[in-house]
């Protein structure tokens, strides 16, 4: 299911980039005091209650002749179209401004829930300012204070209203959803049509030609799966048309819905480190994942070829050691048979449950063989590990004391648990915690 997205949205030097950072919890957008900085939508995670979602902070929209301002109006916009609520920001200490208006009017056009934010009202005797901002037409304004923390619970509050309908999909839980991802012109479109073994999707040499985001439905062997294909993403500073950017949230967006995640290579190109920063969303988001290298027709090849690309790929991509990796060409649908096993494999093992006893034998046994680690005279102690969760597979280890649990102890126990129980294709999460 599809987290829903938030875009905050308003003038230059309303606090957006401030209110963005107290959200996500990190100083990810550039803060300064000096109008249009942030000059590129960001992208990232918030939470708040139960409901997890995407955000994203815009550049400032202005009405004036200043460098980089259409670009940044034009980006907002698109933000606005790709939103499912949009937090509208003022600045409290100005008042209503001729450029509020002009957002506010860009904003009645979108017909997406506005909920509407007066910034940097940093004391109660500032309250009273606020009254002015019911002239925009987007209702109750919400006093906030980005730089003090204040209020941020009652805004969210009101953004969160907007989401209970958001993201839900007609697809019955048995039905495997998967995304291709990758660069620009790798053949995901190429490869959707060489799996339905029809043209549903259109094909190009130009990079760029998907533009959204695109559910085919399709049967294989009797199982139901939904193919999401998405528009290639490209390096940051190497983008010049917005409209690929918006592409990045799109994908993003995808990977949310998906069960498996194929992240395509070109056999052809080779690696580059873009490659690996798109893997890295699949990875972060907790899909499983298929590495499938396209174009494998056209690379010359001896009997040792893909034995060095496989080996290329895995040092290159260690944090995906658990993908398996398929070579195919979707011109010529060589190798295509080899996909769709994988696929199906890799969702099996991301839903798959552990029994507790059997999980506890593996967990004590490797114990046995590599006894736990000591600091300052205190020894690990692991009570006993069960599992809570799938999609991926999580585990916790009940313990003594959780901080003596190394990282490489835990990921020595993540290996064992992955070999004993063959979770190929998924990644699995494993924390410590104290036993009460």
């Known amino acids: 299911m599809a987290k829903p997205v938030v875009a905050i949205v308003g003038r230059p030097n309303v606090g957006k980039s401030t209110i963005f950072n107290r959200v996500v919890g990190e100083r990810i957008s550039i803060v300064e005091d000096v109008p249009g900085v942030t000059r590129d939508r960001i992208y990232s ?14 550049g400032g929209i202005d009405i004036g002749d200043e460098p980089f301002l259409a670009q940044i109006r034009h980006q907002a916009e698109i933000a606005i179209d790709e939103a499912d609520v949009i937090i509208f920001m003022t600045n409290g200490r100005e008042g209503v401004t001729s450029a509020d208006e002009e957002v506010a009017k860009i904003l009645y056009r979108s017909n997406k829930p506005v909920v509407l934010a007066v910034n940097k009202i940093d004391n109660p005797d500032m309250r009273a300012s606020i009254y002015d901002f019911y002239a925009l037409g987007f209702g109750e304004p919400f006093p906030i204070s980005g730089s003090h923390g204040l209020g941020l619970g009652d805004l ?5 209203k907007h989401f209970k309908n958001i993201g839900s999909e007609d697809y019955d839980d048995g039905t495997i959803r998967f995304s291709l991802i990758g660069r620009p012109n790798v053949g995901k479109s190429s490869l959707v049509n060489a799996i339905l073994g029809e043209e549903r999707v259109i094909v190009s040499n130009i990079a760029g030609t998907t533009r959204d985001a695109i559910d085919t439905t399709y049967k294989y062997e009797g199982q139901d799966f939904v193919i999401i294909d998405t528009a290639g993403m490209r390096k940051k500073g190497k983008v010049y048309e917005s409209t690929e950017k918006y ?12 069960d498996v995640v194929l992240v395509v290579l070109s056999g052809e190109e080779g690696i580059i480190e873009q490659d690996m920063k798109i893997a890295s969303y699949a990875h972060d988001a ?21 034995k060095e690309f496989e080996e290329n790929i895995r040092e290159h991509f260690k944090f995906l050691d658990y993908a398996p990796i398929v070579f195919l060409s979707a011109k010529t649908t060589k190798r295509i048979h080899t996909l769709m096993p994988k696929i199906i494999l890799a969702s099996e093992n991301h839903s798959r449950r552990v029994q507790t006893n059997v999980l506890n034998d593996v967990v004590m046994d490797a114990v046995a063989m590599n006894p736990t680690p000591t600091h300052k005279g205190t020894r690990l102690k692991i009570f006993y590990t069960t599992q809570v969760a799938i999609k991926p597979p999580t585990f916790v280890v009940f313990v003594n004391e959780p901080e003596l649990m190394h990282f490489s102890y835990e990921r020595f126990l993540e290996n064992r648990i992955r070999e004993a129980f063959e ?7 494993l924390f410590a915690r104290a036993r009460k």
């Open 45 to 58: 995670s918030g939470e708040w209650l139960t409901y997890q979602f995407n955000i994203i902070d815009t």
């Open 156 to 160: 969210l509050d009101e953004v969160a």
């Open 247 to 258: 592409s990045v949230l799109r994908a993003l967006k995808a990977i949310d819905r998906s």
């Open 286 to 306: 907790g899909r499983a994942v298929v590495i499938v290298v396209n174009k494998w027709d056209v690379v010359e090849k001896d009997e040792k070829t893909m």
């Open 423 to 429: 979770f190929e294709g998924t990644p699995i999460k």
